[in-house]
C-alpha cells in the first residue's frame, strides 16, 4: 500500500449529497432546471474544475444514481441508517471516508447550488492544498441590518444588531457582512473523524452574488431557471450564437405516431406551438433544416414550413456534417433536436443539442436540455425558447467583454 508522504498531493474527492426523499419536491436533486437534472449543474463545475481526484454522489435512489453516472460521477449507495429526515451531512460524510479510505480531504458541494463556477473549486481547492487550510466554506457578502427579536407576550423593545439608526449606512459606504451560503464546505479527514466540518486553521471564500442561488431557501424553481440562464455555468466551451437549428422529424416535430387510412394513406400530427416555434426561430435568422429516416416528403410538403428537408436519411450524422460544411458554420453554432438512439451522434457533435421529455435513454443522456414537453406537443417550441434565452446570455458576455476591453482602453490612455 502506497503511503501518504509517496503520494504526490492529498486524494481530494468532491462529494454531492443527494438523497432520495424529500420533504418540498419528489427527488428534487435531479428534477430539471433549465433542462438539466439539478444535480448535473454541481457535477458539471465539479468535473471540469479539474482539481478532485474523483467525483461521489452519495444516494439512496436508483434514478439518482442513474444520473449522477450519466454526468460522469462515481456512485456511492449509502445506508439506509443515514438516508432518514433526521439524518446530518456529517454523518453522511463520515460514512462516505468509513468506506473510502483513499480519501484525505472531502469537498462537499450541495446539490442545491446551480450558479456554481468551477473557477471557484479551483481557488478553493488551492486553499486546502497549497496553503495548508484545514476547512474552508463558502460565504456570500450581504447587505441587510438586523434586529433583535421579541418574541409574542416579551414586554421589550427590538434593538439594532449591526446598525446605528441615527447614522444609517448607505449601502455604497458600507461593506456589509460575510454570511454561509451552503455552496460548498471543504474539510479534511481528520477534522470529519473528530466530528468536524469547520475547524483547525479555516478560511472562508467570498462567493460572488449572482453565483449564490440556494434553491433550499432562496428562490422557486421558475426564479432559479432565469438564474441559471444568466449566471450558470455551460461547460468549457463559450457560448456561440446559434445559426442552424436540425430537427428530427418523428418523435420531435411529431409524436411520432403515424396513422393509416383504409385507402392506404399516412398520416402525421404535429402541434401548432411547435410551427410558430420554427417560425420565431426563422424570424431571428436562424435557420431551420428538418430531418427523418424515413419519407415524409409528403406529410412535409402538407405542413408548409419552407425548410430545407432531407428524407430517407440513413446516416444523419453525415447529413448533418454535410450541411454544416455548407452554410460554414462551427459545430458551437449548430444545434440539435432529436430524439432516438440513430440522433446520438448528432446531438454529441452539436454545439447545443436538446430531446423531448419522451427520448430515449441514450438520447437523454447525449443531450445537453431535457424538454419539459414530449415530441409532438411542443418540444420544438420549448427549445425554441431555449435557444433565445442562451443567446441572450451569449449577447450579454458580449457586452460585458466590450466593457471590460473599453474600460482597459480607457485606463491606458490616461
Known sequence: METDEAQPRSHLAALVLARGGSKGIPLKNIKLLAGVPLIGWVLRAAIDAGVFHSVWVSTDHDEIEKVAKQFGAQVHRRSPEVSQDSSTSLETIREFLNHHHEVDIVGNIQATSPCLHPSDLIKVANLIQKEGFDSVFSVVRRHQFRWSEVKKGENKMTEPQNLNPAKRYRRQDWPGELYENGSFY??????????????????????????SVDIDIDIDWPIAEQRVLSFGYFGKDPLKEVKLLVCSVDGCLTNGRIYVTEDHKEMVSYDYRDIVGINLLKKRGIQVRLISERDCSKSLSAMQLGCVAEVNATNKLQVLE?????????WKEVAYLGNEESDVECLKKAGMSGVPADACALAQK??????????????????????????EKVNSARKQMEEVNSAGEDTGGK
Not at 454535410?322 to 462551427?330: A, E, T, V
Not at 415530441?375 to 443567446?391: D, K, N, Q, S, T
Open 186 to 211: 471543504f474539510a479534511k479527514r481528520h477534522l470529519i473523524e473528530k466530528g468536524y466540518l469547520q475547524g483547525g486553521k479555516m478560511a472562508y471564500y467570498e462567493m460572488r452574488a449572482e453565483h
Open 322 to 330: 454535410n450541411w454544416q460544411k455548407d452554410i460554414g458554420l462551427s
Open 366 to 391: 447525449a443531450a445537453g436540455y431535457i424538454c419539459k414537453s414530449s415530441g409532438g406537443c411542443g418540444a420544438v417550441r420549448e427549445f425554441a425558447e431555449h435557444i433565445f434565452l442562451l443567446l
